[in-house]
């Protein structure tokens, strides 16, 4: 049987009890990529239909779908149990959910889901099996390997500045090159912004928009001062 690496911070999940009951050896270590690591092929992240939401929403899904894809051949985020329930207690609309899927699978992501942990390491066992009749050596990935759910400075201004409308994570590399900090660009001008290579007007009054309209409470009440 090929080898199988289950990350540490995996080992309290009861995924790890089925695998042993299913009889797969399996060794606990620190992956910098993925969930579980089939012999070097598979890589396996695992994630509850609210994690998955979560990362649409904070943007670290397709961080997390690129590190995979990169480190391993056969890159899998599996999905346990249905998106409906999780989508009644969450403000994003069901579409940009099938959009992320449809996105994964043009990224050659293969999202598959499960009805919970048993049946995900009845996958796990199943990819394990499938290599072993293949007889294929383990391979340790050898391509880029990242720190998963990096939360780095620089990652954290990244995403904070990408979340403005209209400005993509190299459009916020290019800004944080030119203002240096977040701050800086917060409290610079509209000429100020105007002068990034590549902000033009129309994105200009969007973040200008976004920085000066005064909030308007979408969970009822009011602003501080309102009577």
Not at 54 to 64: G, K, N, T, V, Y
Not at 96 to 104: I, K, P, T
Request: charged share 30%.
């Amino acid at each position: 049987m090929p080898l199988v690496f289950v990350d540490d911070r995996e080992t309290k999940s009861p995924v790890v009890d089925e695998l042993r009951r299913l009889g797969l050896d399996f060794e606990v270590k620190r992956l910098e990529v993925a969930d579980y690591d089939v012999g070097g092929v598979y890589g396996v992240e695992r994630k509850t239909p609210g994690d998955f939401i979560s990362s649409i929403i904070d943007r670290r899904l397709f961080d997390q779908a690129t590190y995979l894809r990169e480190a391993f051949e056969v890159p899998i985020i599996v999905v346990e149990g249905g998106f409906s329930r999780a989508l009644r207690y969450r403000r994003i609309n069901p579409h940009a959910v099938l959009g992320a899927l449809a996105a994964l699978a043009e990224t050659k992501i293969s999202v598959i889901q499960t009805s919970g942990p048993r049946e995900t390491a009845e996958l796990i066992y199943v990819l394990a099996r499938r290599l072993e009749r293949k007889k294929r050596p383990y391979v340790p990935p050898t391509k880029k390997r990242v720190v998963k759910m990096n939360t780095s400075i620089p990652v954290v201004q990244l995403n904070l500045i990408s979340t403005l409308p209209g400005i993509s994570f190299e459009m916020a590399d290019k800004i944080l090159r030119h203002f240096k900090t977040p701050r800086k660009f917060f409290t610079a001008s509209p000429e100020e912004i105007r002068a990034v290579p590549g902000i033009g007007e129309k994105r200009v009054k969007k973040i200008t928009a976004v920085l000066d309209t005064i909030y308007a409470p979408i969970f009822g009440g009011k602003n501080e001062g309102e009577k």
